[in-house]
């Protein structure tokens, strides 16, 4: 079965900090896997795309990675900021006809 | 921002009434959708359509129906609402299912009680 599994579920950083949100992923064949940010009340906006021959995009302060061998991707974000809390969900598509891969998502706190 | 528009954006209803959420686009994308979000699911499909007319279902489909009469209109009905049914809906959009980014609406609140 095809799955997208998020983590950390949450955190909490301070302002200014750095942090790293991973997401493994089982779907096959792999088309691409992308980036949402979802602030709190809004619906999730695309942050970055990655394709299978990509491993590293950057995106203002984010930066996400891709691993397709391990299947695994992260998103790194730097100098953190208040307006960075939000969750960020993960999105894999495969080269079929099936629909997107999900994942829930790890809710990120900036505190100051 | 990408022209979606869902309403209403906030509705509390009872259990066993009819309910119709309406997503509206200016876009012209073939791709429509339906998700529903509640904690510790996250987006989970409902149902899409990839023209008019053309609709299929998600994961989670039980309850609910669509329509697509027209391109730049997805409804989604449920005939009668139960509590399990509360939850926060959005609709996304796409030009290419596969490679395209979905551009999603604001979200409708729906209470069931």
């Known amino acids: 079965k095809n799955q997208v599994e998020q983590s950390p579920q949450s955190l909490i950083i301070l302002e200014g900090k750095n942090c790293t949100l991973q997401?493994?992923?089982?779907?096959?064949?792999?088309?691409?896997l992308r980036w949402y940010k979802q602030d709190t009340g809004r619906g999730p906006v695309s942050l970055t795309i990655m394709t299978f021959s990509e491993n590293t995009k950057s995106n203002g302060r984010y930066t996400a990675t891709l691993d397709a061998d391990t299947k695994q991707s992260s998103l790194h974000i730097t100098a953190s900021q208040l307006s960075d809390s939000a969750s960020y969900i993960c999105?894999?598509?495969?080269?079929?006809?099936?629909?997107?891969?999900f994942g829930k998502g790890t809710r990120l706190s900036v505190i100051a | 921002d990408a022209g979606i528009t869902q309403s209403p954006r906030h509705k509390v209803t009872e259990t066993g009434t009819p309910v119709t959420l309406r997503c509206h686009q200016t876009?012209?994308?073939?791709?429509m959708y339906w998700y529903r979000q509640d904690p510790g699911h996250g987006l989970r499909l409902i149902h899409y359509s990839y023209g008019v007319k053309d609709t299929d279902k998600g994961e989670v489909s039980d309850g609910y129906s669509v329509s697509r009469s027209k391109t730049e209109d997805f409804l989604l009905t449920l005939e009668s609402a139960t509590s399990s049914q509360t939850s926060v809906y959005f609709c996304a959009i796409t030009p290419d299912r596969n490679t395209g980014e979905l551009f999603f609406g604001e979200g409708s609140r729906l209470t069931v009680l």
């Open positions: 876009e012209n994308h073939r791709y």
């Open positions: 999105v894999v598509s495969d080269s079929g006809n099936t629909p997107l891969v």
């Open positions: 997401c493994n992923y089982t779907v096959s064949p792999f088309s691409n």
